[in-house]
């Protein structure tokens, strides 16, 4: 049975100051977890961070990646120089960078396959909006979204991580129950298990509005493997407390 995976996303926060607060106060609280914890931080941070990449038993992830290895695109940071900084995880298509920035579902399978080239994991993000959901149209939303991933990536699709993640719910305060967040992670499951052998291997997050008070029954859930974690993340209580919620040892 794989352990669950918590990772937070401070998405446009920090400060250095903060920022070495912060990650002091989780690592102080991470003995004894049973479950794997990762920070994803805004790209001027991954420096500063350095600390996380050497045997740390919190590893370092990045908020995006570009589709392309080199070049002039201005702006862009690539999966080669994520890998140099010890970058494990990515963040693609997360539904800010789909709604602000245009992101297509094309242009996140390649974003993923980026990642995957230079052996980072990309958290692939997959949700429907309130209007979607309205219309009864999740289940076809979040199908096509990650088909696009699939059939760019197919012959290492077990390699991802899935981030299932309701627009309407993403720092709304308003979250999907645990059994609505298990019936389309349940959809997710099956469409991998049609992908790959080994469908196991890949975590399912759930991603809208986790936090300290939801956590352990959204946890609960049988196709729910861990948590993309937003606001709650850039508070060490309150992200420590869904690492408890994800597993303690009793060592």
């Not at 794989?2 to 690592?27: C, F, P, Q, T, Y």
């Not at 941070?45 to 590893?59: D, K, M, P």
Request: charged content about 20%; proline content about 3%.
């Amino acid at each position: 049975m794989k352990k669950k995976l918590i990772a937070g996303n401070w998405k446009m926060n920090g400060s250095i100051e903060a920022n070495d607060a912060l990650v002091r106060a989780v690592m102080a609280g991470l003995a004894g977890a049973d479950c794997i914890a990762a920070v994803c931080v805004p790209a001027p941070y991954l420096s500063q961070l350095q600390v996380l990449r050497h045997g740390s038993a919190l590893e370092l992830g990045a908020q995006d990646v570009s589709a392309h290895e080199q070049g002039a695109y201005t702006g862009e940071v690539s999966a080669g120089m994520l890998k140099e900084f010890g970058v494990r995880y990515a963040i693609v298509g997360h539904s800010e960078r789909r709604q602000y920035h245009g992101e297509t579902d094309a242009l996140v399978a390649e974003k993923a396959r980026a990642a995957l080239a230079h052996g980072i994991t990309p958290i692939v993000c997959v949700g429907e909006t309130l209007a979607e959901r309205e219309a009864d149209r999740t289940e076809e939303v979040v199908k096509r979204q990650l088909a696009a991933v699939i059939h760019v990536n197919g012959h290492c699709i077990s390699e991802i991580v899935v981030a299932y993640e309701p627009v309407w719910a993403i720092g709304t305060g308003k979250t999907a129950t645990p059994e609505q967040a298990q019936q389309v992670h349940a959809v997710l499951r099956s469409q991998l298990h049609a992908a790959t052998p080994h469908s196991e291997r890949v975590h399912i997050l759930y991603g809208g509005s986790m936090n300290a008070g939801n956590a352990a029954s959204l946890l609960a859930q049988p196709d729910i493997d861990g948590g993309l974690i937003g606001g709650a993340s850039l508070k060490a209580p309150d992200f420590l407390q869904i690492i408890a919620a994800a597993g303690f040892s009793n060592a």
